[in-house]
């Protein structure tokens, strides 16, 4: 659905724009998809959050989601319906847990915090398999940037829910990174063992 | 009319630049990347 209308509607700029070549095309239609895909998944997750008169909190999962995860990279879903199900899972089980979890002893967090800036210095930006990353050195660095400024804002608030809600977005981040790297060392392994098998 | 197509257009291939630098698009799925750009 939200591919037929990128494509009728680069097709409608094509026309309009005899300029556009097509490379320009692929990307007008990409980018589109893209704007569609996350408007459409985001008023979704909005109605479901105003149903539960839990819009603060879904601002700000949304906030810490787009600050880290577009920097960090993560799991990748390989369709719009089960990218939809899982972000629904995803924003849900934050906030369920961020309103039921008691606040925990400081000193948890601070080793979490500090195991998520050793994890993110070595394995952020993970590879996307859809994609090529780019420049990637900025990313680790912005990555770090943003767990740092989470982190801080962390410390500073007394809000139980807030700080348990930054608290499991950020460890949703870090486990997806774990899982994207081992998942790498695990192909690599296989293709190792592979290579190995033919050699003495 | 025109104008604002084209001005359109050049937004939308920003916006493709924009998300090509990114490590990901935004939540936990994004469309397929063309395979001709991957050239």
């Not at chain 1, 680069?10 to 990409?30: F, G, P, V």
């Not at chain 1, 839990?54 to 601002?59: A, K, N, S, T, Y």
């Not at chain 1, 809000?159 to 486990?175: G, M």
């Not at chain 2, 604002?4 to 939308?12: K, V």
Request: glycine content about 2%.
């Amino acid at each position: 659905m939200i591919k037929s209308i990128s494509t009728f509607l680069a097709e409608y700029l094509s026309k309009s724009n005899s300029r556009l070549t097509k490379k320009d095309l692929l990307k007008i239609q990409y980018s589109l998809q893209v704007i569609l895909g996350d408007l459409t998944k985001s008023i979704i997750l909005f109605l479901i959050f105003l149903f539960l008169k839990q819009l603060f909190l879904f601002f700000l999962i949304f906030v810490i989601l787009n600050s880290t995860r577009t920097l960090m990279g993560g799991i990748h879903c390989k369709t719009f319906n089960s990218c939809l199900i899982c972000s629904i899972a995803y924003f849900l089980i934050i906030v369920l847990f961020s309103t039921l979890c008691p606040k925990l002893n400081t000193y948890f967090y601070t080793i979490f915090f500090i195991i998520s800036f050793i994890i993110t210095s070595a394995y952020a930006p993970c590879r996307n398999e859809k994609r090529p990353t780019k420049n990637k050195k900025i990313l680790k660095i912005l990555s770090l940037i943003s767990l740092t400024f989470w982190c801080t804002l962390f410390f500073t608030l007394r809000n139980t829910q807030i700080c348990n809600c930054i608290f499991l977005s950020l460890l949703f981040q870090i486990i997806q990174l774990i899982i994207v790297n081992v998942k790498g060392v695990v192909f690599n392994a296989k293709i190792t063992k592979l290579f190995f098998s033919f050699t003495n | 009319m025109q104008k604002s197509l084209n001005f359109f257009s050049a937004l939308l291939i920003n916006i493709f630049d924009l998300v090509s630098n990114t490590s990901c698009a935004g939540y936990l799925g994004e469309p397929d990347y063309p395979e001709e750009l991957l050239k």
